[in-house]
């Protein structure tokens, strides 16, 4: 790898980092500039990753004004939360043919979320989302459905960045999730998938209440 190459990945993980964890927020406008200065790189990485990060849809370039940092749109939003929906109610559909699985699942995904109450009560925001994340991906993986679960992951920078402009600094919000997280787990240890489907809906248009149109009329998957 060359040293050119190789600082165009540094400015890369770099800028998405901190457009994921909202540290440069949609509808910023960000230059190659002050990159250059922050990580004493020359303008030819910058660019290079730049470019690549407008390919996978975090950045808009602008020619000689810099970049926008691309917000989240709400048909993305919707879209994302409809197969969260999908692949979560079918992983409780699948286990909920195993009753002591699923009732002993239940109490795991209780645990995870004691973890998440601490993580709050920390305001420990980072520990939190990544607890969060870890809950919902625990569930898909129990249905054992690997091809859903891989493109279950591949939604999680998306998941990331929802979540961390939803929760931050919100401690109602978070307090919310919590409070979902629990119900949801005991729903999942009765292997109740119809009530899962209603409940796991309503806890995320409570989580990410910029999310309107097609989805919000939606009714739960059964």
């Known amino acids: 790898m060359t040293e050119a190459m190789s600082a165009s990945e540094q400015v890369y993980r770099h800028v998405r980092e901190r457009v994921l964890d909202g540290q440069l927020p949609a509808g910023e406008m960000i230059t190659e500039g002050q990159f250059v200065e922050a990580l004493g790189v020359s303008r030819t990485p910058v660019r290079e990753a730049f470019l690549r990060l407008e390919a996978e849809g975090w950045l808009r370039l602008y020619p000689k004004r810099g970049a926008l940092v691309v917000p989240v749109q709400p048909e993305e939003m919707e879209q994302v939360l409809e197969a969260r929906q999908l692949i979560e109610t079918h992983a409780v559909t699948m286990l909920s043919h195993e009753p002591r699985e699923a009732e002993a699942f239940g109490r795991e ?21 990544e607890l969060d994340a870890e809950f919902h991906l625990m ?20 998941l990331r960045r929802m979540t961390t402009r939803s929760v931050w600094r919100d401690r109602a919000r978070m307090s919310g999730i919590v409070t979902a997280h629990r119900e949801l787990a005991e729903v999942v240890a009765r292997g109740d998938a119809a009530t899962f489907s209603t409940m ?6 409570s989580t990410h209440d910029r999310a309107h149109g097609r989805l919000s009329a939606r009714r739960p998957i059964r």
Not at 200 to 205: A, F
Request: hydrophobic content about 45%; aromatic content about 4%; proline content about 0%.
């Open 109 to 129: 995904l209780i645990a995870v979320t004691e973890r998440t109450r601490e993580a709050m009560e920390a305001d420990d925001v980072e520990t939190f989302i």
């Open 139 to 158: 569930i898909v993986a129990a249905g054992g459905n690997d091809v859903l679960a891989d493109i279950y992951r591949g939604l999680r920078d998306r």
């Open 200 to 205: 796991l809906l309503e806890h995320m248009h």
